[in-house]
DNA sequence: TGTCAATATGCGCTGTAGCGTATATCTATA
DNA sequence: TATAGATATACGCTACAGCGCATATTGACA
């Protein structure tokens, strides 16, 4: 449920997994956070240079939102999730 | 410890707090990240146009690490984001 | 209050995000 | 397999991140 994301792939594939859980397309979020739906594939897909202005917003629409803590080892929940 | 983070400004905060408990300086940290002392200092103040990429450098140096979460309910300080 | 380390800011530059718009490619499912 | 919905990609554009380099400002302490 918690996903450590430690990379932008990774970061993207948590968005991706929520958006699909909330039943919406990118076009919908798109709508909903003012970006593009150009936009958001590229954020889902990982893209490095994402602004971190744009992912706030994805969060937020998605009702998520960021923790952040030392790095810790992965739980056997976790690393499900991670692959 | 653990610190919930949905905008860059908290974001910047966070960052910058677990510089200073490793006793670490911008320009030491832009050392280890290939980053300039200048652009350590744009992401400690929260500037929303931070890549994602330069995020992920800088928490890994910090051995800092996200998790995205569900948003959680609101603790008395965050109340008033909610209401 | 003078000094030095730390941090913030300025300038010109290159690279690229996100934009509107449009289309191509995938993927269900009828 | 035909087709509609979803996702990825393309083009030209403007805006701005991060760069090297340099300086201004701040803060801690003698």
Redesign the pocket.
């Known amino acids: 449920m918690d996903q450590i994301a430690r990379t932008p792939k990774q970061i993207g594939d948590a968005i991706r997994r929520q958006r699909?859980k909330l039943d919406l397309?990118?076009?919908t979020l798109g709508e909903r956070t003012?970006?593009?739906?150009?936009?958001i594939?590229?954020?889902?897909?990982g893209?490095?240079?994402?602004?971190l202005s744009?992912l706030c917003d994805v969060l937020a629409a998605l009702d998520l939102e960021f923790v952040i803590r030392p790095r810790s080892k992965a739980t056997p929940d976790e690393i499900e999730d991670i692959f």
């Open positions: 699909r397309n990118q076009a003012k970006l593009r739906q150009a936009t594939s590229a954020v889902e897909s893209a490095p240079g994402t602004q744009t």
